[in-house]
Each structure stands twice: as C-alpha cells, then as structure tokens.
C-alpha cells in the first residue's frame, strides 16, 4: 500500500492515563469507564475515540461514493458508530466490535443502500475489521 498520511499516537499511562498525537494537535486525558471497573470520571477511553474516527471516516468515504455516483446527500447525513469491548470467547484476551448506522434522509432505499455498501468497501476501518489485519507489534530501542 503506497502511503498517503501517517499519524502517531502515544499513550502514557494507559486507560487511566493520557494520548496525545506527536504533532500535538490532539491530546486527551483518559479514563475508565465504570462498566468496565473504573471510576467512570471525566476523560474518554479508547472505544470512545475508536467510534468517533470511524463515524468520521466512515461518513467521509460515504461522501467520496456519492460524489462519484453523483449522488447529492441529505445535509442532515449522520453516522454513528456502536463500538463494544469485552472479554472473547477463548479466554486469551479482549475483543472489540462495532456497528455502523447511516441515516441518510430522503434519500430512497435502494439508493441509500447502494451508498453505505460501497462506502464499507472504501473505508479503511472497515476494510482493517473486515480482514483482521495483523498489526506489527515491536518493542524500541
């Protein structure tokens, strides 16, 4: 894949602690949530930040789709994304799913789904779950 943006995060202190972007345009204090054995004080948590890129990105590739169908979307055009974080079934760790609700008002049916299928094969979140991309994991130097 020939790159067009890199980013990076770093995390300090893990759910209960902070991640700020190395360029320093986003940073944001964590916390964990009470359904999950934390506090629940003020301050997001990695599934919060998970579901807001994907709304985002996922709404962005919905307006390159349209834009190439020449489709003219609602302005009231939402997505929301249902992230979920729990333990998996074989017992080895954490799993994470999500669910993606588009509304696309007054737009007909067939149109609207014809849009958010291909929308899911264009954005990259949902290419990344769809094929369960092994992320490369090292440790630094």
Do not use: W
Not at 72 to 94: H, I, M, N, W, Y
Not at 119 to 136: D, F, G, N, T, W
């Amino acid at each position: 894949m020939k790159k067009l943006y890199t980013t990076k995060a770093i995390s300090t202190g893990g759910r209960e602690g902070s991640v700020k972007t190395e360029d320093g345009a986003l940073e944001v204090n964590l916390s964990l949530p009470k359904e999950m054995g934390g506090p629940g004080a003020e301050g997001n948590n990695p599934e919060q930040l998970f579901a807001a890129g994907y709304a985002a990105c996922f709404n962005s590739a919905l307006q390159n789709v349209a834009g190439q169908k020449k489709v003219k979307l609602p302005a009231e055009t939402t997505v929301s994304a249902t992230v979920g974080v729990g333990p998996r079934d074989d017992g080895e760790g954490f799993g994470i799913e999500a669910e993606l609700t588009v509304s696309l008002p007054g737009l007909d049916r067939e149109t609207a789904e014809a849009l958010v299928n291909q929308a899911h094969i264009v954005c990259p979140y949902s290419h990344a779950l769809r094929v369960s991309y092994e992320v490369p994991v090292s440790v630094a130097d």
